[in-house]
């Protein structure tokens, strides 16, 4: 494992649906091996598009906090949930843990 990638960051642990009477296993082929699941390069790379976008988000999250001071900080933070999940950018376990690295970058 990739050791930047922080421990409470989520794998992607969901299977593949596959179609038919007998159970199978979902894989890839990668450098001859077959591999089920997320690769621990794969897992960093979607660490880091969620690091990068919580870092990013702090400088949102301030402005909408400015623009509307009557908002609690969960209510800011819900409204940049909705908008993130809007998009589709990343997965709803992932969204659950950028809104946790975004709470704690505002330290709220």
């Known amino acids: 494992m990739n050791p930047?990638?922080?421990d409470d960051f989520?794998?992607?642990v969901t299977p593949a649906s596959l179609s038919g009477a007998q159970p199978k296993?979902?894989?890839r082929l990668i450098e001859g091996k077959f591999v089920a699941g997320q690769t621990d390069d794969e897992r960093y790379e979607r660490w880091d598009v969620c690091e990068d976008l919580a870092q990013q988000l702090v400088a949102k999250a301030r402005k909408?906090?400015?623009?509307?001071p009557q908002h609690s900080c969960?209510?800011?933070l819900q409204r940049i949930r909705r908008a993130i999940e809007?998009?589709?950018?990343?997965?709803?376990?992932e969204t659950d843990w950028?809104?946790?690295?975004?709470r704690t970058l505002l330290d709220w």
């Open 25 to 27: 296993l979902a894989g």
């Open 86 to 93: 809007v998009k589709g950018w990343i997965s709803v376990v």
């Open 10 to 12: 989520p794998r992607d």
């Open 74 to 76: 969960e209510v800011t």
């Open 98 to 102: 950028l809104m946790e690295r975004l």
């Open 4 to 6: 930047r990638v922080p």
């Open 64 to 68: 909408d906090a400015a623009k509307y």
